[in-house]
């Protein structure tokens, strides 16, 4: 009788245990990574107005020190030690020319 009486709960067990993950399967919570995306893109939105002044500040500024004489004066003397350091160190004249060039304006945060 004891035997029949535990088999029989393990059976109602695993019977509830299936029932739950069946019931679970067909009615999923909600994704974790969609409430966050979704949250993600609204504080995005709610940013985005102050990146843009952000961004066109530093453009500005960045043109702004750009358009000093004294600005254009650094950049001849960078360029021209940038030069003479890379035929220093054995490029030729072609190479090295190509080289400045091809750096253009050393700003920081511009690719090489």
């Not at 002044?53 to 600005?71: C, F, I, K, N, S």
């Not at 030729?92 to 945060?109: H, M, N, Y």
């Amino acid at each position: 009788m004891t035997c029949t009486l535990l088999r029989s709960s393990l059976a109602a067990l695993c019977l509830a245990a299936v029932a739950a993950g069946h019931a679970a399967a067909q009615n999923p919570a909600p994704s974790p990574s969609r409430a966050d995306s979704a949250a993600v893109r609204a504080q995005l939105q709610t940013m985005m107005p102050m990146f843009s002044q952000m961004m066109a500040a530093m453009l500005q500024g960045t043109l702004d020190v750009l358009a000093r004489p004294e600005t254009a004066e650094q950049l001849a003397t960078f360029d021209r030690n940038y030069l003479d350091a890379l035929l220093h160190h054995g490029f030729s004249r072609d190479e090295a020319l190509r080289i400045v060039v091809s750096v253009g304006l050393p700003l920081a945060g511009t690719p090489r």
